[in-house]
């Protein structure tokens, strides 16, 4: 639970009802700061408007870990006692409303190495919720891709960051309607 390694890969795990997303620390590799005040539909994380949030990288749908890579996963919910499960990794952590919780470990196989092992092109790791959190609780999962540092950091290169998503949602005007 305490981590042991200087530099960490830092990444947020935000749960509720019933989704995961992934939220990486940015250059700095500091997660921006957050307040469940500030939670709307067009910034679901709470995240602050503030300089060391705006180049947090936030993914939904799956989640990239590097192989022989401490990543330092911090947890936090938005509704309910939701439970991290991550069983090809033998690791599971409660995600609580109100509190961070947080651990560290080491990938040590790559997806596609796992693939080839098990014989099973389609295999992925994955992230579950285990605790009974809802009437779609089977449905809280989110991919896990264990790769290269090189992989890595082309997949980091596509996504957008917090600011680029802010930006583009605030250049969008609406669409008036007149008689």
Known sequence: MYPSSKEPMVVELYSKQFDWT???????QKLGKSDYRKIEASNDLGLLDVPEANDDVIVKGEMHLVKGKPVLFKFRSRDVIHSAYL?????????VPGMETAFEFVPTVTTAEMRKETGNENFNYVILCNKICGVSHYNMQMDVIVETQEEFDR???????????KSATASIEPVQTGS
């Open 155 to 165: 997949w980091m290169q596509e996504q957008e960051t917090w600011k680029e998503k």
């Open 87 to 95: 069983p090809h990794f033998r690791v599971q952590m409660n995600t």
């Open 22 to 28: 992934a939220r990486y620390a940015g250059k700095d």
